[in-house]
């Protein structure tokens, strides 16, 4: 099966974004996240698609989008008290909840297989009025090619997929800059399988218990956004101490990236006498970590795109949604 061919157009139309999503074809979306690449997750056809656009593997899950928490039901057999809290608590917004699919609406083709489907409901007022407009629900990956770093913007969307996709909706820059908080329970136990802004703390202020970090994949066969290729530049990025870091840069043209002005981030590296600093990316003048998240990753974008041999980038601190921050460069790093 080929891709076919489109004329990309990026625009604001609701109405002609609704219209190629009933024909089975594709739309890249806003969402408070980072954009995704939406299909009817009714249409087997449609979501194949997806897999085709993205070269994204058919092992990996899609998660369906809803606009509100009476479409959920439809979709799973049952939804836990403290899971409905914690939709009732952050939804619509940066969070995904692993439910059991009701087997009869959710193919096997969107959860890979899994009894298990994600679901989410997006707070970006875009997708909720298309969502709103239609019949089905969506299932939205991240709209970047497999691999690449997530778009936050039409234009990120359009660097990867023009030509594969009929319509990008234009909502602006996603405001929170990186995945939602993937939410599991096994035996009454919560689980976070992936880290985002809805934090581990928020989720134990409101659950009452600490849920359990697992991100590894070692006891799932599939893993949510684990895959070592992930988010990452093709320019190597080295995610470590400065102090650890700055011998690496023997013989390299590099590009760092941090918080604080230009001057501090840049102090912290003590390079070789070999070492061209290209440039110094700060993500936020005055230390806020939630414009760090939404800046991370259109500078690793921009960082890509200078012609350096690496990207070096301090660890932030590791609370809140720095934890998901440094989980997005880890996977981003070359270093392990
Ligand atoms: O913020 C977001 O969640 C964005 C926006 C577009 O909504 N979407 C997103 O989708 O990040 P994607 O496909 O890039 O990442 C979804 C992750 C994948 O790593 C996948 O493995 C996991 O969710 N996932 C989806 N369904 C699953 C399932 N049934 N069981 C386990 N993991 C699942
Ligand atoms: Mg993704």
Redesign the pocket.
């Known amino acids: 099966m080929n891709s076919s061919s489109f004329d990309t157009i990026i625009g604001t139309d609701i109405v002609a974004a609704a219209d190629w999503l009933r024909k089975a074809e594709l739309v890249a979306?806003p969402?408070e996240?980072?954009?995704?690449?939406a299909g009817n997750a009714l249409k087997e056809e449609a979501v194949l698609k997806i897999f085709l656009a993205k070269d994204?593997p058919r092992f990996?899950?899609?998660?369906l989008?809803v606009p509100d928490i009476d479409a959920v039901k439809k979709y799973v057999l049952h939804i836990s008290p403290v899971m409905k809290l914690l939709m009732n608590t952050f939804s619509p917004g940066?969070i995904?909840f692993?439910l059991d699919?009701n087997p009869t609406m959710v193919s096997d083709v969107?959860?890979?297989g899994?009894s298990?489907?994600?679901v989410?409901l997006?707070a970006h007022p875009v997708t909720q009025a298309l969502l709103k407009q239609l019949d089905f629900p969506l299932v939205?990956?991240?709209?970047?090619r497999f691999g690449y770093v997530?778009p936050v913007t039409a234009a990120h969307v359009y660097e990867g997929l023009h030509g594969r996709i009929p319509y990008i909706l234009d909502g602006g820059t996603c405001t929170?800059g990186?995945?939602?908080t993937?939410v599991?329970e096994e035996y009454g136990q919560l689980i976070i399988?992936?880290t985002?802004k809805v934090s581990m703390e928020d989720i134990a202020r409101i659950a009452g218990v600490t849920p359990v970090l697992k991100t590894h994949a070692e006891d799932?066969p599939?893993?949510?956004?684990?895959l070592k290729t992930?988010y990452a530049t093709h320019t190597p990025l080295y995610l470590g101490k400065a102090t650890d870091t700055s011998a690496l840069a023997a013989d390299k043209r590099v590009i760092i990236m941090g918080w604080g002005n230009e001057e501090a981030i840049a102090a912290a590296y003590h390079f070789p006498a070999t070492t061209t600093l290209l440039g110094v990316i700060s993500l936020s003048n005055d230390y806020r970590i939630d414009e760090v998240a939404s800046k991370l990753f259109a500078s690793m974008r921009n960082a890509d795109n200078l012609g350096a041999d690496a990207i070096l980038v301090e660890p932030f601190p590791n609370e809140g949604i720095g934890q998901a921050i440094n989980d997005r460069l880890q996977r981003a790093s070359v270093l392990h």
């Open positions: 979306i969402t996240t980072v954009y995704g690449l994204r990996n899950p899609l998660i989008h940066p995904t692993l699919k969107v959860t890979a899994s298990k489907v994600a989410r997006p939205a990956p991240s709209a970047n997530s929170v990186v995945e939602s993937i599991d399988r992936r985002g799932h599939v893993a949510p956004g684990m992930h």
